[in-house]
């Protein structure tokens, strides 16, 4: 296998992909924002000490894309999976949303893997297999929005939606895959306990998704079992 950068490694769907791409044979460059706070993914890199490379990037931070870049040193991308990402604050009703709170969100899921995205190109370029995973949401659909609310977290993924369809038409002639991933309801922090699924379920769901899809299915949106989800 080739080599695959994940973003937001530190716990949660970001940590399982990276198990389960290096369990698949891929060397993994994985970022997170603190080390310090990140022990499982400690403990996977003494597992597999030369197949797992740990960058410690805030994602938000101007110079992001431009610091995984210079670190990488021209190395080539196979599979870029834009994981990182916020759900906001608890309150998104109508009358409770604020600026401030909808720009930080915006911050994370929204301008970050877009500006990584483009400094990371010539990476992907390079690589074999050319595909780049955006974790959105269903609730980012609008076919889908029949419950209202959400505004913060429900836009930003509706905006990244469009982000992956534009950038699925601009890099189409460079053979790029550029596609949209629902990991579905999970059992993480951002999930909570309620959730329908497991960690395992999603990500295993995931990585057969990544597997099978390819530049025929760029400009898509995939729900983690496959099943294409409308805009």
């Known amino acids: 296998m080739g080599n695959a950068l994940i973003t937001g490694t530190n716990k949660g769907l970001g940590l399982g992909l990276t ?13 997170c924002r603190n080390i310090l706070k990140a022990k499982e993914l400690e403990e996977l890199r003494n597992r597999f000490p030369d197949k797992l490379i ?19 040193n021209g190395e080539p991308i196979d599979l870029f999976l834009n994981n990182a990402g ?14 401030t709170d909808w720009l930080e969100v915006l911050k994370v899921n929204l301008v970050a893997p877009l500006l990584i995205s483009q400094s990371l190109i010539k990476n992907i370029d390079k ?14 659909s609008i076919a889908d929005n029949t419950g209202g609310g959400m505004y913060i977290y429900r836009s930003s993924k509706t905006a990244l939606n469009q982000v992956v369809k534009s950038l699925s038409i601009d890099l189409h002639s460079r053979g790029i895959s550029v596609i949209a991933l629902h990991p579905g309801w999970v059992r993480t922090d951002m999930g909570g306990p309620n959730a329908l699924i497991s960690i395992e ?12 899809k390819n530049l025929e299915d760029s400009g898509k949106f995939f729900n983690y079992d496959g099943k294409e989800i409308p805009w």
Request: aromatic share 8%.
């Open 54 to 72: 740990i960058l410690q990037v805030d994602v938000v931070e101007p110079n992001a894309g431009e610091n995984i870049s210079n670190f990488l």
């Open 86 to 99: 916020v759900i906001g604050p608890g309150t998104q009703r109508f009358g409770g949303v604020t600026s």
């Open 201 to 212: 379920e999603s990500v295993n769901g995931m990585a057969s998704v990544i597997a099978k």
């Open 127 to 140: 690589g074999l297999e050319k595909k780049i995973f955006f974790l959105s949401s269903k609730v980012g």
């Open 19 to 31: 198990k389960t791409l290096l369990d698949k044979g891929y060397k993994v460059f994985a970022t």
